[in-house]
């Protein structure tokens, strides 16, 4: 799923963009968006950034202790990658726009503060909803208008706040 993920955002993910990982759990994909983002031949690069955010702060932990074993360890000192705990619902504003989001969790409907965290022009990539999910395609335009294509049917854990997940 983290490649189509990576496919269907891959327009927006270039040297100096901002992107958000919202569910990032062991890093990996965090890790492959920031790679995707940079060019060494373009000093954009050093600009770009990656916010990974999970609810479970001991996988936030180990996410960047992932990180850092994949080499990452200067980015993440930097800044270019940022790893919270939090909830990834309500996204990171502080760090926005994002040029892309990627969703890791099924949201029952479509979260307002995540369209509103895209930047103009931004695309994410989230699944929505409860018994039934697809991959909605969420474009945001340069004027701001908002799109939503929905992509494919699929079964994700739901996108929850820790007490509620560990409840269960």
């Not at 990032?24 to 916010?51: E, H, N, T, W």
């Not at 360890?73 to 504003?93: F, M, Q």
């Not at 926005?96 to 990539?125: C, K, N, S, W």
Request: charged share 25%; hydrophobic share 40%.
């Amino acid at each position: 799923m983290h490649a189509h993920a990576a496919e269907y955002i891959l327009q927006f993910l270039r040297p100096g963009a901002r992107v958000l990982d919202v569910g990032s759990g062991s890093g990996y994909l965090s890790a492959v968006l920031y790679q995707l983002l940079q060019d060494p031949a373009d000093p954009r690069s050093q600009d770009s950034k990656v916010v990974g955010i999970e609810h479970v702060p001991e996988l936030a932990d180990w996410s960047e202790e992932n990180l850092r074993k994949d080499g990452l360890g200067a980015a993440l000192d930097e800044g270019r990658i940022k790893v919270v705990a939090g909830d990834g619902r309500k996204g990171l504003p502080e760090d926005g726009p994002y040029d892309a989001i990627h969703v890791g969790a099924a949201a029952p409907t479509l979260p307002a503060a995540l369209v509103e965290q895209l930047a103009r022009p931004g695309r994410m990539f989230i699944p929505v909803g409860t018994y039934t999910q697809q991959i909605i395609q969420v474009d945001k335009d340069a004027d701001g208008r908002v799109t939503e294509k929905p992509l494919f049917d699929v079964m994700y854990v739901p996108l929850t706040d820790r007490e509620k997940q560990f409840d269960q």
